[in-house]
């Protein structure tokens, strides 16, 4: 599934707890090429916080590079108890700025502090679960703003930091991930029991991330590996 990495590979997976985050974990330490997975939550190794951008600096001082693959699997649908809007009337500015720290700034200060530990001159992946529902060309049904802004922002900062990134990193593969639906705590109160297994959903974003090319630019793909409109 990480075929075109190094052998022994460094991993870093960022939000280790939810439901992708482990499955990401499991993944990877079954992997016989993979030499090291270092899975952070936000008690541990290191307790921080993504609206602590101090707490982000000093995690990333406490991470050993070099690192072949992050995967940053953060995010939040529901925030301070407070789910995603279903109307213009129900916006609120405490809340959708809360929904920027944690879904777009606080990921962006990651990349920031850790991506300075990324191997130079071989492949490498910065991998961040994203969301459909960040596309702006894909937005049919409206609703949940907050949320919805939140990805938009994160997916214009990924794609901004690829282009920086690939000047100093010209192997460098940065991705924004849609897992599909997914069973887990996050998308529990939104989704039925149709939704998949972490454990598939990671299968497929390991397969699709492989075949990705350094290109300078960003991908945004789903777990089946298919282009998303930005």
Known sequence: MTGRLREGYRALVIGASGAIGEAFVQALRADARCA???????AHPWPWDLRDADSIATLAGRVNGPLHLVVDATGALTIDGRGPEKRLQELD????????QVNAVGPALLLRHLSPLLARDERVLWAKLSARVGSIEDNRKGGWYGYRAAKA?????LQTAAIELARQRPLAVVAALQPGTVRSSLSQPFVG?????PALAV????????QLEPTGRAHFIDYAGQSIPW
């Open 93 to 100: 500015a405490a809340a959708l700025l809360a929904n920027l």
């Open 153 to 157: 922002a994160l997916n214009q900062l």
């Open 203 to 210: 299968q497929g974003l390991l397969q699709a991330l492989d």
């Open 36 to 42: 090291e997975v270092l899975a952070v939550t936000r």
């Open 193 to 197: 029991e149709q939704a998949t297994t």
